[in-house]
């Protein structure tokens, strides 16, 4: 009786499903790879072609037994597929070279397709192997994201920067090198980028590259070890992390700053910063040279338009530990409507503010906020929220957030 109702209920939910528009279905398929979404075609005459003109695919070669049997399976989906349905994003994971033909036969169908998203993720091999990619053009193409799973360190995708790709609007690359003889203008032929991402990115032959785009508002770089200087007007975005060999950054404009450091090589601007609306920085350098401390000192200085600051407690131990170079300036920071300082490490020793300190930090804006995260809390379930007049010391004050 149980099976039978079972059956029945079954049954019901899959004539729900059916009564879905394509859209909607295609939808629901768009989040498992074409492998599984063909098999519902099996589920009845209603079924049996809604693959075919799926606008998202997602192609894998993990579950195959061998890129021969893969190449195959991409050339039957392709030729089987709806020719008169444009394909707006494709996903392809895959082990082995960038040269083998399905990676060609389905950029190339993408392309002739009006893709507008591109995700290509080189999964990780048993050995070190260096995987080049070639340069591809696209009209149609709005989001582009290139990475390596699970690489060694030296194991990078390597491909040309002489991308035409004038529609692109956001840009990844994880675990990217390129390569070529020289990078005038790198992404120039991305005219209307906004959002670039680079985390362990790298240039053969050169140390460096200049990111000089008109339009570009978010930026992201994480890990890197290579010059880069930065020139973008309509920056609004900031993120840098652990990015060995930043130069100058030139953006006016900038409004949002998160940035994190153990290189002991800070971030300088070249422009006035009048836009500030919050600011985080994480200074985990254990250089204790008074010349690194002065250099923290020009970094806030730099920041002293910014609304909501948040800093970690080991830059303001850098702080205490040079009283000296603050103790006789004001504070930068007359437009601070918020202060949160937190501890990134919890095995060191509590460190407390000296008044020094607390005067340079908050003395130019005394209807701030100060929020003080305490080591036992610092998970970010609990934060102190006394005010800053009422704090002395380590007094601290608990409430959940």
């Not at 799973?149 to 840009?171: N, R, V």
């Not at 379930?381 to 601290?396: L, M, N, V």
């Amino acid at each position: 009786m149980d099976s039978r109702h079972g059956k029945v209920r079954m049954k019901v939910e899959g004539d729900r499903l059916s009564t879905l528009p394509d859209d909607l279905i295609h939808k629901i398929l768009s989040f498992i790879d074409i492998k599984h979404a063909i098999r519902t075609s099996a589920l009845s005459s209603r079924w049996r072609y809604i693959w075919t003109s799926m606008p998202c695919l997602s192609f894998s070669n993990e579950h195959f037994h061998s890129l021969p049997e893969f190449s195959e399976f991409v050339t039957h989906v392709l030729s089987a597929r709806n020719n008169q349905t444009e394909v707006h994003s494709v996903k392809l994971a895959f082990r082995g070279k960038a040269s083998q033909p399905f990676v060609k036969r389905i950029l190339n169908y993408a392309f002739s397709h009006n893709v507008q998203q591109l995700n290509i993720t080189f999964l990780h091999e048993d050995y070190m192997t260096k995987t080049y990619l070639s340069a591809f053009s696209s009209q149609s193409l709005k989001n582009l994201t290139l990475s390596r799973c699970g690489c060694a360190c030296e194991d990078f995708i390597t491909t040309s920067p002489s991308w035409y790709l004038p529609a692109l609007t956001t840009l990844n690359l994880h675990h990217c090198s390129f390569f070529g003889e020289k990078y005038p203008g790198l992404f120039s032929k991305c005219a209307n980028l906004k959002n670039l991402t680079l985390k362990n990115f790298n240039t053969m032959k050169f140390h460096g590259f200049n990111i000089i785009h008109p339009r570009l508002s978010s930026l992201t770089l994480e890990d890197g070890c290579i010059d880069v200087n930065v020139a973008t007007p309509q920056l609004k975005n900031l993120t840098v992390i652990n990015w060995s060999r930043m130069h100058l950054v030139d953006a006016p404009d900038l409004a949002s700053l998160h940035y994190k450091d153990h290189y002991g090589k800070l971030l300088k601007f070249s422009t006035e910063l009048r836009h500030l609306e919050k600011v985080v920085v994480c200074i985990q350098c254990s250089n204790e040279d008074k010349e690194y401390t002065r250099n923290i000192v020009c970094l806030l200085q730099q920041l002293r338009s910014v609304k909501f600051l948040t800093l970690n407690l080991e830059l303001v131990k850098h702080l205490s530990s040079s009283v000296e170079l603050i103790s006789h300036q004001p504070s930068p920071f007359t437009n601070l409507k918020s202060l949160k300082i937190y501890p990134t490490d919890v095995t060191k020793p509590e460190v407390t503010m000296s008044t020094e300190v607390k005067n340079y930090l908050l003395g130019s804006s005394q209807g701030a906020t100060f929020t003080l995260v305490s080591y036992e809390s610092c998970d970010g379930c609990y934060i102190s929220t006394k005010p800053y007049d009422k704090i002395e010391g380590a007094t601290r004050s608990m409430a959940r957030i």
